[in-house]
């Protein structure tokens, strides 16, 4: 289960540069609205202050930039503060927890690129490099293709009465993003927009923000730092003794690991530790009975093609004995639908804001973990050590696939949250022609995230090298989702629990690694469920209430004749009422056995044999 990106930040200057080749006529006309080359070159720096509203929330947006695509922006929405700043050669972001870290990925691109857009660079000598190509002409613009050196290609439109640019478009993920500019003003003899809207995706899942210019200053001088690695504004926790917390026991439901928390001194409540997720999640529903604030409203996107409405909530506390964890911002979502597909209780996810306050170590099968200090802690282990990329606040490591006979290079999301163990999302797939070398494929309907239902196909590679590691013929599944993570070009896919719990593992957000060390084993700390049923249940008062969601095509539920809607009743002769969703799987996951089970089929009861095997 994914959180989307909730709030979107890209540049707002009001100008449009190009280079080499460039389709000389609308950028020419483009200089001269814009107040003439003269004037334009004379600009070494700009700062900009906008009034801003995106996720409900208004508040302000100030950038900086200069003429060599050094590039700074804050945006202060009072609940949700983010400063962003690139000098040329490195990027850095402070979250909206004050938390600093390096940029780079698909976030790095969209930060090149506004360094080259503000200050008109390479439609001036001596700017930043990139390059131009000429689309031709539509609807009464002229389309250009503008691709800074190492940043986001955008293609703009210059409307053909004006010479301005009226909107860009470049993708963000798998989605569009669109930016459209009016009520053009003149400073200092220079046009800039004066109305900005930005939107991201489209339907209800669109992000839509606005800014209004309130303030532009010409060559004013960047504060000493404007440019470089912005202050942490983020307490660190502090250990009650020493600089670790040891056996924080974990229950693990399928390979999700969840552990107790308290919100603000409450009751303990259940948590999943989820790498995958870019921000710590509080259920809407557990934020509204302890009374605490929502402010804004956006749309959140992941796993499944749908969006689910986002808030925001400041100075939320976690707490955990034997360490003192800082107040912070969270995320509100509605986390009922999630429930009632992993058949226990989920009051909140601990994401990216959380896991990087510490190295948190995982043992799968003492099912523990255990928190350090990363300013103290030393590793001393033999364990594989996996670099990370921390991607907008997600971890993404390269590994090897072989397929067809020939090795892949790709690029995963580490996800702890995600019960598969490998997932490619739909471009990956299509670009390395994955399904036409499988030898079986299934296709299947049957994955569940933030965005709902996922749909795609099943089937083994030859292998996967991870870490140093190998795992021959693991299960995979390549997604057919047109929206979500499995749309999403920006990576190969998901690398999740089935294939991290053959390991005691270590992730170090700190040094950007995570660390595997092998169980003897080496396989997955809970069998996966044989017999081709997925579950749903009753939700919250009635995790005893379990039917059948999904039956996979060939397996031997399919044989034996489930079908969806299906109530289980009982299973060996004992009632379904001894079970939960995750013991029955457990109980379905023993190769060779023959499970008859009891069920309620709108009204009329039977029981049906299922002989457990693997069926892929």
């Known amino acids: 289960m994914k959180l989307g990106c909730l709030i979107v930040l890209v540049s707002l200057s009001s100008a449009v540069v190009a280079q080499d080749r460039a389709?000389?006529?609308?950028?020419?006309?483009?200089?001269?609205?814009?107040g003439g080359r003269e004037r334009l070159a004379a600009v070494k720096s700009l700062r900009k202050v906008y009034k801003a509203r995106m996720a409900g929330l208004d508040g302000r947006l100030e950038e900086w930039s200069t003429k060599d695509g050094s590039f700074r922006m804050r945006l202060d929405l009072g609940v949700v503060e983010i400063v962003r700043a690139y000098d040329g050669n490195t990027a850095w972001q402070r979250d909206q927890n004050g938390a600093v870290a390096r940029m780079s990925g698909p976030e790095l691109l969209d930060l090149v690129w506004q360094g080259y857009w503000a200050t008109w660079s390479c439609l001036l000598d001596g700017r930043v490099r990139g390059h131009a190509r000429d689309l031709g002409d539509e609807a009464g613009a002229h389309k250009v293709e503008l691709a800074p050196e190492g940043g986001r290609k955008t293609t703009v439109w210059f409307d053909a009465k004006t010479g301005l640019p009226a909107r860009t478009e470049a993708p963000s993920g798998d989605q569009l993003q669109v930016t459209r500019f009016s009520d053009w003003q003149r400073h200092d003899g220079i046009q800039f927009a004066g109305k900005v809207e930005q939107v991201v995706g489209k339907g209800k899942a669109a992000q839509v923000a606005t800014y209004e210019l309130e303030t532009v200053e010409v060559n004013a001088k960047p504060p000493a730092g404007t440019f470089g690695k912005p202050r942490s504004a983020s307490p660190k926790p502090s250990f009650v003794r020493g600089s670790s917390v040891r056996d924080i026991p974990i229950e693990l439901n399928?390979?999700?690991i969840y552990l107790q928390l308290r919100i603000n001194d409450s009751e303990p409540k259940w948590f999943l530790f989820d790498t995958g997720a870019g921000a710590t999640v509080l259920s809407q529903t557990v934020a509204d009975e302890l009374g605490i604030e929502s402010l804004g409203k956006a749309r959140g996107r992941g796993a499944g093609e749908g969006s689910v409405p986002v808030s925001f909530a400041r100075g939320v506390r976690l707490g955990l004995p034997g360490v003192r964890i800082p107040p912070g911002t969270v995320a509100l979502i509605p986390l009922t639908e999630i429930e009632k597909r992993t058949g226990r209780e989920l009051d909140g996810i601990l994401g990216y804001d959380f896991i990087r306050q510490f190295v948190v170590e995982i043992d799968y099968v003492g099912r523990k973990m255990h928190l350090h200090d990363p300013a103290t802690w030393k590793y001393a282990g033999k364990g594989r050590v996996v670099r990370l990329q921390l991607q907008g606040n997600r971890p993404i490591a390269a590994a090897t696939i072989t397929s067809g006979g020939r090795p892949i290079p790709a690029q995963f999301l580490i996800d702890t949250g995600a019960n598969a163990g490998l997932m490619f999302a739909g471009p990956f797939t299509k670009q390395h022609e994955l399904l036409e070398k499988l030898d079986k494929k299934l296709f299947f309907r049957g994955g569940y995230g933030v965005g709902g239902e996922s749909t795609g196909w099943i089937g083994r590679l030859d292998r996967l090298e991870f870490g140093g590691l190998k795992f021959d013929r693991p299960l995979a599944s390549f997604s057919e989702d047109k929206a979500g993570a499995g749309a999403d070009p920006d990576y190969a896919g998901i690398l999740g629990g089935r294939i991290l719990s053959?390991?005691?593992?270590?992730?170090?957000?700190?040094?950007?690694?995570?660390?595997?060390?092998?169980?003897?084993?080496?396989?997955?700390?809970?069998?996966?469920?044989?017999?081709?049923?997925?579950?749903?249940?009753?939700?919250?008062?009635?995790?005893?209430?379990i039917s059948v969601a999904r039956i996979v095509p060939t397996s031997p539920a399919a044989e034996a004749g489930f079908a969806e809607g299906d109530r289980i009743a009982s299973v060996d002769g004992r009632p379904i009422r001894e079970f939960t969703k995750h013991a029955l799987e457990v109980y379905l996951g023993v190769p060779g056995k023959t499970v008859r089970i009891g069920i309620d089929r709108g009204g009329n009861k039977k029981e049906l044999v299922v002989e457990l095997r693997r069926w892929l």
Do not use: M
Request: glycine share 8%.
């Open 502 to 545: 053959c390991c005691r593992v270590f992730v170090d957000y700190s040094r950007e690694r995570l660390i595997l060390e092998p169980y003897e084993h080496f396989a997955p700390v809970v069998p996966r469920n044989l017999s081709g049923l997925f579950f749903v249940t009753g939700g919250r008062g009635k995790w005893h209430e």
């Open 23 to 34: 389709p000389r006529g609308a950028l020419d006309r483009c200089a001269e609205a814009l």
């Open 254 to 256: 399928s390979v999700h």
